[in-house]
């Protein structure tokens, strides 16, 4: 806290009211502004200079609200892919104006304009003007007692939403990819009437240790008096508890224009803590009374708040004396109705319940900081909240206003949100790059200024060479240091190509349940978080389309659409929609446990459980832009590996052969509440048809709080599995509360040759291949690589990272690889080629060899219904239909074509895939229903230059996530 030095306070602890200094209670008074005000636009930045606040404007808009919502500015007809549309478009100064009425009862008070939430803002009384404020992460208030006087006054305001005035780079408080630049007040809009001494501020800052919360009062004196008075607090208990703390009495002499007074409430033995299990709070009021020779003043004011210690310990976030993992969410400002956030707690608490649900605990916000709302639903909810600075840019050492701009709004928000419980921790921003002499100095200032929150310079700064810094208390990057091999130390289990070839460890790495982030942890002495973690893509849902009632519209969505119906897939797309979802929760599941699993780790931030409609449109989210289901994973199926006790099997693989015994290591994972106590876990393995392949349970111990504990490792022999299975291990702890389960899959140990009578094998349609399928004879082909090079993409297990247009774009111009783009497979799961191969409609473990070595083809020469039986999914911005496995008749003989190479002898899922389909080919069963002709199959493999998939590539020119600005 900072105190100036020459402010002179007395305090002395009474517990009573002195009577010397009692006055008559007064309490604050208000007018509402909301309703209707006058307005008008001003784009060509003339309204100063032609005085109009001593105009009458014609035009009407109801506040609070936004240009968007008022249906001012330019109608916007461009449709737009890289983001959602606002309907009405608008940048610059808006004049808002209406006339006030000020009661006589407010002759000689304080009168303070409130605007909970704007852009730069001048005002104007009367034509006399109030100085610009530029705040975009608190509210602006001005100071009209001057001239607010008894009666009849003209208050106009102008909003400049221009971005340039706003030193903040690529910041989500004024990005165009999420809430969008509006003009416009939010939230409260409202005079407010004091005695002239008042209490201007309330800070709390609790001390568990200690049992008191420190209390520190800001009382303007503006006219200097000799001043003796009191200030007596009380706290009450409530969301949950309505435990009611003791009157105290804090005394005063001065006659500083300012006073700050300082002490410290007791609060007894029995006190209730805050946190994310029990988010007890309390509201304290406090009560001032103040006396000078020849006036008296009074004031009442509350602030909530809540007895909580979020420290650390190690690389560990400690509440209260409990080790817990943050498992949180990126936030980016998506409220797809209204363009910006709410001012209300209704929908926050909505959403962190939500939240809560699906196992987070955790919310940080993306180069910006939510209204006040937000982090009162936190407090009731028990949500541990990262607010950051509205900044997504370099530190310049010659840049002194960005530097100056950034500090007060640091300095803003902590006055505004810091006594809050939630509010934890604090960030200068995401991705920032610059003068890290400069980030250590910021953070050193407000450390000072409020060091009620843990702090670090940013998140994920430097991430092409990332280093924790001296002063920072946490550390939120996506390694710990710079990039190696083996992935040792990525502390996120994805990337992008750009910044690795092998996109991540869960795509560079066979399929296993034992990795973590374990070794990434030396090189980091405090709580590391995983930094943007996931971002697995997901088709669009069409049916989402509706539900842009406001002032957004999904345009991107409708030409994702007109895509798929040009490419003959919309007849189709839901299934593909849940076929890439499925897919997504499937690798998010992996990356979640990943995590949970590493000892010593501080936490994740998920991007994100939404959709993010920006940066070219990034479906990311196992819930929709609206935090509404997509129908993909449920909360309990999400909780299985993200919640604050979980179990899990470690396993070497998730595939086997049947000379082998399944083996796994069971663990529990409890960043709960309490121990738990005297449990164990029960495990089964089952076969596809329901039958128990073998089953047991750990003996009982105790799941210590803050600890993963090791149980017993399992061994099932798998010899007398005959047939290639799918397996399904399910856990369950011995209260039945906490479940998770592992697809596995068995397969024959020896792979022999198939005797296949009529089967010809080739990798490319030459003629004499040709000639036998004219003949009558059956075909697999398997393509050799070069050969399809220009009509196939790579192979990729993962569901391609972020969005495809933004990342090709930023790989082609630094260099780098593109990613090959896909979002898994959509399988024919009852066809009968996969009578020997058990598979599911979407991709699984046991495809991610297949997959890895794939060159899925784009078959736009093919008939324009022609379904492949295993389709790769393709992203919604090059929408090529491509198959992995398809088949034609030709002639008299009918072709397989299978575009991944199979022929690794010591891959045996492989062998077994290949084994499966000559099984099927040599049967009665193999019968295509499509027929082509040579010249149209040769079309088909090996492409047409001139394919509309190809044309249709874009790169996204827009915002680059960062990359390009910090290289």
Known sequence: MNIRPQVLVMLVFTSIILTACSSPETSRKTIDLSGTWAFKLDSNNVGVQEQWFNGFFDESVILPGTTDENKKGTPNKKIEVNHLTRKYYYVGKAWYQRTVVIPNEWQDKTIRLFLERTKATEVWVDGQRFPLQKHLSAPHIYDLTKVLTPGEHTLSISVDNTPKLFPTGGSHAIAKHTQTNWNGIIGKLELTAMDKVYIKSLKVFPDTENKEVKVVFRLPNPEKEKLNGTITCQAKGFNGHNHTIKKQTFEFSSSENEIVVTGKYNMGNNFATWDEFTPHLYRLSAKLSAKSESNAYGDKTEESFGMVEFTTKGTQFVVNDKFTLLRGKHDACVFPLTGYPPTTKDEWVRQMKICKEYGLNHYRFHSWTPPKAAFEAADLVGIYMQPELPQWRQFKETDTAHFHFQRKEGEAIFDTYANNPSFVMFALGNELGGSRKLMAKMVNHLKEYDGRSLFAQGSNNYFWNPKKQPNEDFFISARTKKKQDNFVNDIRASFSYANDPNAGIINGQFPNTERSFE?????????????????????????????????????????????????????????????????????????????????????????????????????????????????????????????????????????????????????????????????????????????????????????????????????????????????????????????????????????????????????????????????????????????????????????????????????????????????????????????????????????????????????????????????????????????????????????????????????????????????????????????????????????????????????????????????
């Not at 979980?646 to 595939?655: C, D, E, G, S």
């Not at 059956?778 to 009509?791: H, Q, T, W």
């Open 519 to 967: 070794a990434a942890l030396k090189h980091c002495d405090v709580p590391a978080i995983g930094h943007e973690t996931g971002q697995y893509q997901v088709l669009p849902n069409f049916n989402e389309i509706s539900k842009y009632t406001g002032v957004l519209e999904a345009r991107n969505f409708e030409v994702f659409k007109q895509r798929m119906i040009d490419q003959n897939m919309f007849s189709y797309w839901e299934e593909l929609f849940e076929a890439s979802g499925k897919h997504a929760a499937l690798c998010y599941k992996e990356d979640n446990e990943i995590s949970m699993r590493t000892p010593g780790l501080g936490g994740f931030q998920i991007l994100d459980l939404q959709d993010f409609p920006g940066q070219g449109t990034a479906l990311v989210g196992m819930l929709d832009a609206f935090m509404d289901s997509k129908g993909i994973v449920s909360p309990e199926e999400w909780r299985q590996s993200c919640a604050d006790q979980t179990i899990q099997a470690k396993m070497p693989r998730l595939v086997w052969q049947n000379n082998e015994s399944l083996t796994a290591e069971l663990i529990a994972i409890n960043y709960g509440a309490t121990d738990m106590v005297n449990n164990t876990i029960a495990w089964t393995l089952t076969g596809q048809n329901g039958t128990v392949v073998a089953s047991g349970e750990t003996p009982a111990i105790n799941f210590e709080q803050g600890k993963i504990t090791s149980l017993e490792k399992i061994s099932v022999p798998l010899s007398e599995i005959e047939t290639p299975q799918q397996l399904t291990l399910a856990l369950s702890t011995s209260n039945g509360k906490i479940t998770n389960n592992y697809h596995v899959w068995v397969y024959p140990e020896s792979i022999k040759e198939e005797k296949v009578t009529e089967v010809e094998m080739a990798t490319v349609l030459d003629m004499a291949t040709l000639a036998k399928l004219e003949n009558g004879s059956k075909v697999l082909l398997m393509p050799d690589s070069a050969s399809i090079a220009k009509n196939s993409v790579g192979g990729l297990f993962i569901s391609d990272y972020w969005c495809y247009p933004m990342f090709k774009g930023i790989c082609e111009r630094n260099n780098k690889p593109v990613s090959p783009g896909t979002l898994g497979l959509l399988i024919d799961d009852k066809h009968p080629v996969f009578k020997h191969f058990p598979t599911s409609f979407h991709s699984d473990w046991q495809w991610w060899s297949i997959m890895k070595k794939s060159r899925p083809i784009v078959l736009d020469s093919a008939d324009a219904e022609y379904r492949p039986i295993v389709q790769a999914i393709d992203n919604f911005e090059r929408c090529a239909k491509l198959g992995l496995l398809f088949e034609f008749k030709v002639g008299k003989g009918s072709v397989l074509v299978c575009s991944a190479n199979l022929n690794d002898k010591d891959d045996f899922v492989a062998q077994q895939l290949l084994r499966s389909m000559l099984r099927y080919m040599d049967s009665e069963e193999f019968s295509p229903q499509t027929t082509l002709s040579q010249n149209k199959l040769l079309s088909v493999i090996y492409g047409n230059t001139s394919t509309k998939s190809k044309s249709r590539i874009t790169n996204d020119k827009g915002n680059t996530g960062g990359y390009d600005l910090l290289q």
